[in-house]
């Protein structure tokens, strides 16, 4: 299910060159912003939750990974060099799995691992923020790179219509319309994150089962469809 | 196998050239400002999707009407109950939707330029009597007329509204001015930042991911900083802490100068002292993304 070969061409495409800069630039301004912050209002917790929960999980997460999710197929669909990779003796699923794990790897080295840093920077842990916000950005990690990962098969705009989501379906509509919280995924991993962390600091509008259902349910379908949709890959020609 | 025969020298000189009839061209030529105002215009139309396929229509029409039917909205409620002022502020209807205008500018900006890049039709561009400045020049009125056209439209609906629904002529006038104003510099900001930022790479899904990084997480990190800055007590920094954002920028301006009410937390805005500076930074980006831009584009090797 895994080829070793498919994953360092990934990792090249998604790390090679400039994309390494801007992927790495928005960690390190996380990082940077907290030191900042530490320096000037010292351990609070609720300023490390509002600056992780605002900050990391609701616009760093999801923009890291449409860039890792879509990225790592979108631009071989889009100059048409997929067709090299699709016509070796591989299967279909087993190309995406291991593209899925690649995107999932980048957007959680690039996502979580800040956010842990940035936690600790914060307020040293306490009550679990830094260790509960790390959970749920890996757990949307998963999500977001396999819902992107799918969108960069099915769409040559895939990069606007993964942020269309993330930017206005999570965060405008979920802030007015309670409803959409339900289907945000977001919202999924901050129950998980509610859970680790144990107190009121972190608050979902999703229960735990519910959220854990449809994460695993959002991960595994979406994955499933991007292999679906490889195997009777169409190429299309420049608009 | 093939065996290779020496070819035969031409036996004495038989070559010649043929007169086929081509014709050079006598007619009238239109000239270095006809090309960039057609680059200008094509581009312009580009932004909107015209003279493209359907699917690309599809989200610059899109976000158009997601700009436009709030304020038909809000001007048919202002008329239905009679109100005696509109639910939103001329200036404060661009900073509600930054995240719709961010969207454009972020699909735009690498449509137009990218694909340029790309396609290395660049060149090509330049073969033709245009330099560097009229191609840049016209990519950037085209997309920050674009820009215009995206957040004034709706501006004019509140504005024919509040005048249909008898509101004071002279405040709503003013209100309109001001509010042009703004969404003027908003407009030459983001299509400059947009430019340079998508300039950067053929990618064009890549220029987008970028552009709107650049933007909402500049918007996040300021607005985090300056609600612990509210929060601490320490409001004289805000104004400062927002000079960091484009948005930010737009509304410090606004509100220092245009009667606008800032969103900043506390709805603290600049003084005019400080707002002289925001006049400044926003000048200062506009004029060094027409430089930035100017700098890509003068090697056409590319």
């Not at chain 2, 661009?94 to 972020?106: C, D, E, G």
């Not at chain 2, 215009?148 to 509040?162: D, Q, R, S």
């Not at chain 2, 484009?246 to 969103?263: N, Y």
């Amino acid at each position: 299910m895994y080829d070793p070969t498919v994953a360092r061409l990934t990792y090249r495409a998604l790390l090679g060159r400039r994309r390494a800069l801007i992927l790495g630039a928005l960690p390190l301004l996380l990082i940077g912003i907290s030191l900042v912050v530490r320096a000037l209002a010292g351990a609070d917790d609720q300023t490390a939750s509002d600056l992780l929960g605002g900050l990391a999980l609701a616009t760093m997460v999801p923009i890291i990974g449409v860039i890792a999710g879509t990225g790592a197929i979108g631009p071989e669909i889009d100059d048409g060099s997929v067709v090299y990779l699709l016509s070796k003796p591989l299967k279909r699923p087993t190309i995406i799995f291991t593209k899925l794990i690649v995107a999932i790897a980048v957007t959680m080295v690039f996502s979580a691992l800040p956010t842990l840093i940035a936690g600790f920077i914060l307020n040293g842990n306490g009550q679990q923020i830094a260790v509960a916000y790390t959970v749920a950005a890996l757990v949307s990690s998963i999500a977001y790179a396999a819902l992107f990962l799918l969108l960069g098969t099915v769409s040559r705009h895939a990069v606007v219509f993964g942020l269309v989501y993330a930017l206005v379906w999570e965060a405008l509509f979920g802030s007015l319309v309670p409803g959409a919280r339900t289907l945000s995924v977001q919202q999924w991993s901050l129950a998980v994150a509610d859970k680790v962390a144990g107190g009121d600091m972190i608050s979902s509008d999703v229960g735990l089962t519910t959220a854990t259902v449809l994460l695993i349910a959002v991960t595994v379908l979406a994955t499933w469809y991007a292999g679906q949709k490889l195997r009777a890959l169409t190429l299309a020609g420049e608009e | 196998m093939a065996v290779e025969h020496p070819v035969a020298p031409p036996s004495g000189d038989q070559t010649r050239i043929h007169n086929i009839g081509y014709r050079s061209y006598d007619g009238p030529r239109l000239g270095r400002s006809y090309a960039r105002r057609s680059l200008y215009s094509q581009s312009l139309r580009g932004a909107y999707g015209l003279g493209r396929s359907v699917k690309s229509k599809v989200l610059p029409m899109l976000l158009f009407v997601v700009m436009c039917v709030p304020a038909a909205i809000m001007v048919a409620v202002a008329v239905a109950t009679k109100a005696s002022k509109l639910p939103v502020d001329y200036t404060e209807y661009a900073i509600y939707f930054q995240a719709v205008i961010s969207l454009y500018v972020a699909s735009q900006a690498p449509q137009s330029v990218s694909r340029d890049l790309r396609f290395k039709t660049v060149p090509l561009y330049f073969s033709r009597p245009i330099e560097t400045a009229d191609y840049v020049r016209a990519k950037f009125a085209a997309l920050a007329s674009a820009m215009f056209i995206l957040t004034a439209a709706p501006l004019l609906v509140l504005y024919v509204g509040a005048l249909l629904a008898k509101l004071d002529f002279t405040d709503q006038t003013k209100g309109f001015a001001q509010g042009l104003v703004s969404v003027t510099l908003l407009s030459l900001l983001l299509a400059g930042l947009g430019l340079v930022i998508a300039a950067v790479t053929p990618r064009r899904g890549f220029g987008i991911a970028a552009v709107i990084a650049v933007l909402t997480i500049s918007y996040g990190a300021v607005s985090t900083l300056q609600a612990i800055a509210d929060a601490q007590g320490s409001t004289s920094a805000i104004p400062w802490i927002g000079l960091f954002s484009p948005i930010t920028l737009i509304d410090g301006v606004q509100s220092a100068f245009l009667g606008a009410t800032s969103a900043f937390p506390g709805g603290v805005g600049p003084s005019h002292g400080e707002g002289v500076a925001y006049v400044l930074v926003v000048l200062g980006l506009i004029a060094a993304s027409y430089g930035l831009l100017m700098r890509r584009y003068k090697k056409v090797g590319l």
